[in-house]
């Protein structure tokens, strides 16, 4: 399940076995408890950070100065500086899309979902 409080208008989930782009009344529904059980994250893989704009370096994933490292086959957030930024990883997509959001101002095209 996932926590109402992580998700945004937009975001991608798997609804009943579909991914899906998070809807207003979808919100409103999680938010309310309703139907929650079967609302789940989607598993962020480099395939679709890659399929969505992202290049990789070595280690390193970035688009956009967001820059993603990986620590012990974990990604997490690292900035400019090459080190974790966070202690937790990302991942799921809804969570680089808020994350990219945070930090660029503008969403995220989610590919190859």
Not at 19 to 27: A, F, G
Not at 97 to 113: A, D, H, R, T, V
């Amino acid at each position: 399940m996932i926590d109402a409080k992580d998700l945004r208008i937009g975001n991608w989930i798997n609804d009943r076995g579909l991914n899906t782009q998070l809807k207003r009344s979808m919100l409103v529904n999680i938010l309310q408890n309703v139907n929650v059980s079967f609302c789940r994250p989607i598993e962020l893989t480099e395939e679709i950070l890659l399929e969505s704009g992202f290049q990789k370096d070595y280690d390193e994933i970035f688009l956009d100065n967001v820059y993603l490292k990986y620590f012990n086959n974990e990604l997490f957030y690292s900035g400019f500086t090459g080190y974790k930024v966070s202690d937790e990883p990302i991942l799921y997509v809804h969570q680089i899309q808020n994350l990219f959001y945070c930090l660029q101002g503008k969403e995220l095209e989610i590919n190859g979902l």
